[in-house]
């Protein structure tokens, strides 16, 4: 069995993972899904597999709670807190990833994973194998060897520490044996093992020089002067049972054989699928997995399926005569562009698959004499053009002037509406996706970010045409399952018709008076000064507000304040910490007023006017239809949706947003608690229903159920705390949240959301029916269609099934509410185009409609704004919507 070739990697899953998700940032995918663990796991598992090289590995978790070590102290591990949600969620995410490296993962009943790797090292002791460990946790060190080596994680996970018995001599003087006694007079407060009160690592390792072991000590323990000898005649029981706990069992019963853990490598399609669905794409990239496809994308599928159609550079007369004459054929349009803002992207190249041929044109001729038919043909609104992301290359074209106006069918919108979650909605992603033969990823033709090149004509030309044909190839089987999903009209008669309406929007822009938002910023600018020289005053001296670090010493240190939260690097001052210290100092107040300030002039005023176009005084924003899961749209280069309101100073930013024409007015509508009307109809229930049919204030309605008191008794607290439970329900929130919102305790929340529901019993069937229901089918459904799946609604992890129950809830609420809004901008655009009226539609936020309108329309469209907006949707309730105007979009509101 000893075989110097052979080596052993070893690693401790559960410390790791808890280190990773302290270390690392909060990071979420698309789905809402906490991925921050498994992605710090993973960058440490790349580094010590390209530094270690292993041929043989196992990853070990603790299988649960109980070990044998309660058994003879309950108290074990008894100080840690509740493993949160957020981290729990992703164990079962690491493990599916773990599989997908082809790495053998193991836990057994009663024992932890040091125990397991503790009899693994024994056994390479024993039979001559080279073994390597890696933890987070330093009791590890006892079992370094000649043969065992041990990685202690340090910074996070990002490095790692080398030990031998030598380095464990030279830093601490002891032998690895001798880390045991070390826990033993030291104890650990994070496994609660207590060691001997008043002796740190310092005073042990003093006793350890002198004495060797715990029990030597014992033994002497009569001879050691002062308090510490106290101490230590005192807990002498403690630092035995200490020595225990800390002492790495090494006798697991395993029936692992060091074949079951060799390693030969992972399959680059299997791992680069799970990359793409925890959306790791910097590791995909890090490892060049770009390229790798799953089965039926192999290399051959690729060869055999590109032999059925042949590529046209289009250069010269010949090529230019039979694209001409091909464009009445035409399946599919791809417009190749570099740069993810369309407003800004430069086109590379088109491609149309029509029959045996794809064509392939370069960007630059599109504007030769030659393109004259093709152009003709983009502009065609008859054309029935079917392409992928049609959207941005209407924007990318429109930028060089160039028109297009026959979309017929989108296959990414197509595929987003199939699975809104899909973690790699590219061409080849989805290729995939539906079984079929794949193409290579845009990464692996073009590089990525400063690295992306255009290759030469023969490679761009190969790459657009299988682009093409692919579009070509998924067009039927993604029509067909629309069909199959009931989401023909969805995708027909909303989501198609909406995403030319927003590209015109956006093409059309918004005005922003630039000299508007200057002044502003230096409002902004003179408040930030008076608020630090305020706080400057009341900490008694300068210091940079903006370091945690130096505020954490004034909060704490210099003013006494009490300690909320500790992070790694000292006191926590972030925003939830801040608000809680509100009460106890004047100071705290003015801080969290600064950093909305600096915010304010940071993200807003120097952000929007860096994004004001110098041609026509605008700001041009993209939507996109295909990232939020619940079939909301997306605002980017810049986010209008996120321009603050409920802040005076924040609101007043939209006095910059103007008409742009003279003398003419914004117009502003917004539905009127969209989300609680969509809830009263869905769940049928009658108190609800009453309140809105009766245009009651359903917040104060829910007070008087909630509190049972009548409508004049009804109090601004009470109506706070109602608002926040009305709100709450809508977006599936837990007790632990709402008490975070109202600042009260859980048990007050929990027994706040109880009360809820007997008021509302409609709500709690609807909660409870929809839930069964998605268990039923794996996923649930807004008013109009809109599928949302969720795969871990049956899943056996009580966090993730939990998420998804949660999820279930709130989709098809927030869904139905996202439908409706952009059911009535298509039905707004229709009545602006019937009525030949000038007035535009300029930008979506969130449940508002903006609008420019021109003096002699104003009447009209403040009658049919609201009346389009609440006749979108036929609910059980009125649809309201609320409709101002001005001479900006602050005066509009």
Do not use: C
């Not at 709130?810 to 059911?823: C, E, F, M, S, V």
């Not at 009346?867 to 949707?873: C, D, H, I, W």
């Amino acid at each position: 069995m000893g075989d110097d070739k052979q080596k052993v990697l070893l690693i401790d899953g559960n410390s790791i993972v808890y280190r990773a998700f302290y270390a690392m940032p909060p990071l979420t995918n698309s789905s809402g899904l906490h991925t921050n663990a498994v992605f710090g796991f993973t960058t440490m598992l790349l580094k010590v597999l390209e530094e270690e090289k292993p041929t043989h590995l196992l990853v070990a978790f603790d299988a649960g709670k109980a070990t044998f070590r309660h058994e003879g102290y309950e108290d074990y591990k008894g100080g840690r807190e509740k493993t949160p949600p957020e981290l729990s969620e992703q164990f079962p995410l690491l493990k599916e990833l773990l599989a997908s490296f082809s790495i053998q993962q193991f836990e057994l009943g009663g024992y932890e994973a040091d125990d397991i790797i503790g009899t693994l090292t024994r056994l390479a002791d024993e039979q001559g194998q080279t073994a390597v460990v890696v933890s987070g946790d330093k009791d590890m060190l006892q079992l370094a060897s000649d043969r065992v080596t041990v990685l202690l994680t340090r910074k996070g996970v990002s490095e790692v520490e080398r030990y031998t018995p030598e380095e464990i001599a030279s830093r601490y003087g002891l032998t690895p044996q001798q880390i045991i006694d070390l826990k033993g007079l030291m104890g650990d407060s994070s496994d609660n093992i207590p060691g001997v009160p008043g002796v740190g690592e310092k005073t042990a390792l003093k006793l350890l020089a002198e004495y060797g072991t715990v029990e030597n000590v014992l033994e002497h323990m009569g001879e050691i002067k002062g308090k510490l000898g106290e101490n230590i005649r005192s807990h002498h029981e403690d630092a035995r049972m200490s020595k225990r706990l800390a002492t790495i069992f090494r006798e697991v019963p395993l029936q692992q054989t060091w074949d079951e853990l060799r390693w030969t490598g992972y399959d680059p399609a299997e791992l680069a699928a799970a990359f793409r669905k925890l959306e790791f794409k910097s590791l995909i990239e890090r490892l060049d997995l770009s390229g790798a496809t799953q089965a039926g994308g192999g290399a051959e599928g690729e060869a055999a399926h590109q032999a059925s159609y042949e590529t046209v550079w289009v250069a010269g007369p010949a090529e230019w005569e039979a694209l001409n004459g091909a464009l009445k054929r035409a399946e599919a349009l791809v417009v190749e562009s570099h740069g993810e803002n369309p407003h800004q992207s430069e086109g590379i190249g088109l491609a149309i698959a029509a029959g045996e041929r794809v064509y392939v044109v370069p960007y630059a001729s599109l504007f030769s004499n030659e393109a004259a038919a093709l152009r003709d043909w983009l502009a065609d609104a008859d054309a029935a053009i079917t392409g992928y992301d049609l959207h941005k290359a209407e924007l990318v074209l429109a930028r060089s002037g160039i028109e297009l106006r026959g979309q017929s069918f989108d296959v990414q919108l197509a595929a987003y509406l199939l699975d809104p979650t899909e973690a790699d909605p590219s061409l080849a992603g989805l290729l995939q996706r539906m079984g079929l033969p794949s193409i290579p990823f845009d990464e692996a033709v073009f590089g990525k970010g400063a690295k992306f090149r255009v290759p030469d004509d023969e490679a761009l030309a190969a790459h657009l045409a299988a682009k093409a044909d692919a579009v070509r190839r998924l067009a039927r089987p993604l029509a067909e399952e629309l069909d199959k999903a009931g989401m023909r009209t969805l995708y027909y008669e909303l989501e198609q018709p909406l995403a030319v309406i927003l590209a015109g929007m956006e093409k059309q822009g918004i005005s922003v008076r630039a000299e508007a938002l200057e002044e502003l910023g230096k409002e902004f600018q003179s408040g930030i000064e008076r608020i630090m020289s305020e706080i400057y005053r009341l900490a008694g001296f300068e210091f940079n507000i903006g370091s945690p670090k130096q505020l954490g010493e004034v909060l704490f240190d210099k003013l006494g304040l009490p300690v909320i939260k500790k992070t790694k690097t000292g006191y926590s001052t972030d925003a939830e910490v801040l608000e809680k210290l509100e009460p106890y100092h004047e100071i705290v107040r003015l801080i969290l007023h600064y950093r909305t300030l600096t915010k304010l002039q940071s993200t807003y005023i120097e952000g929007l006017l860096k994004e004001i176009r110098p041609e026509d005084g605008k700001i041009h924003t993209y939507y996109r239809q295909t990232i939020a899961a619940t079939g909301r749209l997306s605002s980017q280069f810049p986010n209008l949706q996120n321009i603050p309101i409920r802040l005076e100073e924040g609101r007043q930013i939209r006095k910059a947003f103007v008409p742009s024409e003279p003398g003419w007015h914004i117009v502003a509508a917004d539905y009127s608690q969209i989300e609680l009307r969509v809830l009263a109809h869905i769940s049928g229930d009658e108190g609800l229903k009453e309140a809105f049919r009766n245009e009651m204030d359903v917040h104060t309605k829910t007070a008087m159920d909630v509190f049972g008191v009548p409508a004049d008794q009804v109090d601004s607290n009470m109506r706070r705390q109602a608002k926040a439970v009305n709100f709450g329900i809508v977006y599936g929130i837990s007790d632990y949240g709402l008490s975070q919102n109202l600042n009260i305790t859980r048990k007050e929340a929990a027994a706040f959301i109880e009360q809820y529901f007997n008021a509302f019993p409609g709500v709690r069937k609807y909660m409870d029916d929809i839930v069964a229901q998605a268990k039923q089918d794996g996923y649930v459904k807004t008013l109009l269609e809109r599928r949302r799946y969720l795969p871990d609604i049956r899943a056996s992890n009580f966090n993730l099934r939990s998420f998804a129950e949660r999820t279930a809830m709130n989709t098809p609420i927030q869904g139905t509410a996202a439908d409706i809004i952009k059911l009535a901008m298509v039905r707004m655009d229709e009545e602006l185009r019937e009525r030949g009226l000038k007035s535009r539609m300029l930008l979506q936020v969130h449940d508002e409609l903006v609008f420019e309108v021109p003096p002699e329309e104003l009447e009209t469209m403040k009658k049919l704004v609201p009346e389009t907006m609440a006749r979108a949707f036929p609910l059980d309730v009125p649809l309201k919507a609320d409709v101002n105007f001005g001479v900006n979009w602050y005066e509009a509101k």
